[in-house]
């Protein structure tokens, strides 16, 4: 078992020893048995490329079912609606729903929201993005150093021309918290180590936006001018790789999510990089949290670290991303069970896979 490996499987560990703790009790499940065992879980977005559906409902609704036999979920998907997410926050609280999963649409819309599910004695739980107002704790990846490692593997694959590399940065919404702690955590690492951030614009996590801005920093500088683009996510990074190749152009592109196509896309050659943050501890971790408050446990015992937000000290759980490049694809998002080999190794990255040690059972 190689280290990679081993920090995958130590990260669901650590979430699985508060995931018993939390079930210690659980002949009682919610604790008492009046008042409402339903947990509300509100995704951002459903489109056929997220991870929302295929992942993190699933995952959280059995990590729930394990800890809590009496409580349910109750799931609504925003698809990128504010004004839909916010109905279904409201038709929560109508419901009398005492504790809610939130990943927010729009971060800093959500201050009035968590004000008025306090008033009602309801507890919100930010998931994976952390949302504006006293919520009662946090669960995500630690964005920041997620930029960090995004800003190092791209040094990396430039190599010794680092130092003389022109870089395109295209970043995430700035309504999502999480896009600027990417950000800051990228800067951190590229800013004096390559020659200069020439072009830097916002994608908006939108595939088809992500190409219009390469395509004009493409126009502003010319084949020659560009040494290596950073995309905040993989969505963005397939819009870029394409924009580039349509351009003639062959730099080293980052991303982030370990969605399959990128995935195959660094076994391929046409992308340098992704970042696997493992979907089922972040599930377990959230769902813990959810059932200790349903419970009315100290939910300090596994949120035991602290966020700042604008002035609030948020109990939190942040989790390590991993790097996943090339010869890491094995022992990354294949060891941590995101995808089997047959899914990856299609006929057409088959030889890729057998190159770096990928073997189709």
Not at 221 to 235: C, H, L, P, T
Not at 253 to 267: E, H, M
Not at 315 to 342: C, E, F, H, Q, R
Request: hydrophobic share 45%; aromatic share 6%.
């Amino acid at each position: 078992m190689n280290a990679l490996t081993r920090r995958i499987l130590a990260g669901t560990a650590a979430v699985s020893a508060a995931l018993s703790l939390a079930a210690c009790g659980s002949s009682t499940d919610a604790g008492s048995s009046s008042g409402n065992k339903t947990i509300g879980l509100l995704l951002p977005e459903k489109s056929s490329s997220t991870r929302y559906e295929s992942f993190d409902k699933p995952l959280i609704e059995a990590s729930v079912a394990a800890l809590c036999t009496r409580c349910t979920v109750d799931y609504a998907n925003a698809d990128g609606d504010e004004a839909a997410q916010k109905e279904q926050f409201e038709a929560l609280l109508a419901k009398g729903v005492k504790v809610i999963l939130l990943d927010p649409v729009n971060s800093s819309a959500t201050a009035p929201w968590v004000a008025a599910a306090a008033k009602k004695g309801t507890k919100v739980i930010a998931y994976d993005r952390l949302a504006a107002g006293n919520v009662a704790a946090y669960i995500s990846f630690d964005n920041e150093r997620t930029g960090e490692l995004q800003g190092q593997a791209l040094l990396d694959a430039l190599g010794n021309k680092a130092s003389s590399a022109n870089v395109v940065m295209i970043n995430g919404a700035g309504s999502d918290p999480n896009a600027g702690q990417f950000k800051k955590g990228a800067h951190k690492v590229l800013d004096e180590k390559v020659k200069r951030i020439i072009y830097e614009q916002s994608g908006e996590w939108r595939p088809e936006l992500a190409a219009t801005k390469v395509n004009e920093a493409i126009s502003h500088f010319g084949k020659s001018g560009i040494q290596a683009v950073y995309s905040a996510n993989d969505g963005m990074a397939t819009s870029v790789i394409a924009a580039l190749k349509a351009a003639g152009i062959k730099v080293p592109v980052g991303g982030q999510d370990a969605t399959l196509d990128a995935i195959q896309r660094i076994l391929a050659g046409d992308q340098a990089y992704t970042i696997y943050k493992p979907y089922k501890p972040e599930a377990d971790a959230a769902a813990t949290m959810a059932v200790y408050l349903v419970k009315g446990l100290d939910i300090t015992s596994v949120a035991s670290a602290m966020t700042e937000s604008n002035g609030l000290q948020i109990p939190s759980m942040l989790l390590s991303p991993i790097v996943v490049t090339k010869d890491k694809v094995a022992s990354t998002v294949i060891a941590g069970n995101l995808y089997k080999a047959s899914e990856v190794c299609t006929p057409e990255f088959a030889e890729a896979c057998t190159a770096n040690g990928i073997t189709v059972n």
